[in-house]
């Protein structure tokens, strides 16, 4: 089968390697109709994450048909259309039954090996999927393709993100509340759309690139603030200079989270989902203190979000693949990697098609 692998740092290549087979009874094998390319994957890609082993698969965006199941597979069979989160789950652990799927306790990330340990990613003609009962979800008719590839990560991460920001807030404060999300990637504009689902009366978006905020603004009703901007002081403004009551961090990096301190108003919440490699903070504890902060953060629950999810997907409300910039054969992997890589012709989400 064909499949994206990873090489070295800014090189990966389309390899035939061999289909995958049932390796524990709980796993099933899932014939992959679309893949999706995250900005995550940037990560090791970009050598920011290091100790990927070369020739691994690589991707943790998939949706497809089940092909294969093992006999202790339990709620799925041979011919069902399903989606994943983008590490698997058992369902059944202590971290499973608290919604915690991220952390379940003999999950797995999509698209980490390292040292010959972990799991192949889902950027391939098929792909395993361990704790299958736990980790698959059974996919509606009503949704297309497009829309359930966002769902088991870009999407569940949003509104992780927003949902994180509100908790914090009575029902009241959440009706009044003026929101800032930096980053307008994919992972940006779908927060956006949570932070509205979550009440949020106004919400800005923060980027250096135009056109996407152009579509978060046209689409997700969004009010668009380039970086060349003042943001500070154009969030001041809209808020009797008190700051936001809610920033959503999207990006990974210690600037973007400078900036959400600063815009963020006195015992604000900032919600941070951007995956950081940097070893420290850009604000102290006394940073913190002085803002009486309230600071959320972590990996999304995927598999957990995806189940509530679903019912926003079916209404049609939100135009969500709209956000998709590219649909491309998977042997075009390598120059979309660079493509996305780079910002390069308006490349904003990336899907692969299969043979």
């Not at 949570?194 to 800005?204: D, I, L, M, R, T």
């Not at 809610?246 to 990096?253: P, Q, R, Y």
């Not at 953060?297 to 049609?316: F, H, N």
């Not at 135009?319 to 490349?347: N, Q, W």
């Amino acid at each position: 089968m064909l499949a994206v692998t990873f090489q070295k740092p800014y090189e990966v290549a389309v390899s035939t390697v061999e289909k995958p087979k049932i390796q524990e009874p709980t796993d099933a094998i899932v014939k992959v109709s679309l893949a999706g390319l995250c900005g995550s994957d940037l990560h090791p890609y970009r050598g920011a994450e290091k100790g990927l082993d070369p020739m691994t698969i690589m991707g943790h965006e998939f949706v497809g048909t089940i092909v294969e199941v093992g006999e202790q597979v339990k709620g799925f069979q041979v011919g069902d259309r399903v989606g994943s989160g983008f590490t698997t789950c058992c369902g059944e652990c202590w971290y499973c039954s608290r919604g915690l799927t991220c952390r379940c306790e003999k999950g797995q990330l999509y698209g980490w090996k390292s040292q010959g340990k972990g799991l192949e990613g889902g950027q391939a003609e098929y792909v395993r999927v361990p704790l299958a009962s736990g980790s698959l979800l059974k996919l509606p008719d009503t949704i297309e393709d497009e829309e359930a590839i966002l769902l088991g990560d870009i999407l569940s991460t949003g509104f992780f993100c927003a949902m994180n920001g509100f908790s914090a807030l009575t029902e009241m404060e959440a009706s009044e509340a003026v929101v800032v999300v930096i980053g307008c990637g994919p992972v940006g504009m779908l927060a956006c759309i949570g932070a509205k689902e979550y009440g949020a009366k106004q919400v800005f978006v923060v980027d250096s690139v135009n056109e996407r905020l152009q579509v978060a603004a046209d689409r997700f009703g969004a009010t668009p603030l380039n970086l060349s901007q003042d943001v500070d002081a154009a969030v001041k403004s809209a808020t009797g200079g008190r700051g936001a009551d809610i920033v959503l961090e999207v990006v990974g990096h210690s600037s973007a989270l400078e900036l959400a301190y600063t815009v963020m108003r006195p015992g604000g919440v900032l919600s941070s989902v951007g995956v950081h490699t940097a070893p420290t903070w850009p604000f102290t504890p006394g940073d913190g203190y002085d803002k009486n902060l309230t600071y959320r953060s972590g990996r999304c629950p995927s598999r957990a979000m995806m189940d509530k999810l679903l019912p926003v997907l079916i209404s049609k409300k939100y135009a969500v693949t709209s956000i998709i910039s590219h649909r491309v054969p998977i042997t075009d992997a390598v120059e979309m990697y660079r493509k996305f890589d780079g910002r390069l012709d308006g490349c904003t989400k990336v899907v692969f098609t299969m043979p």
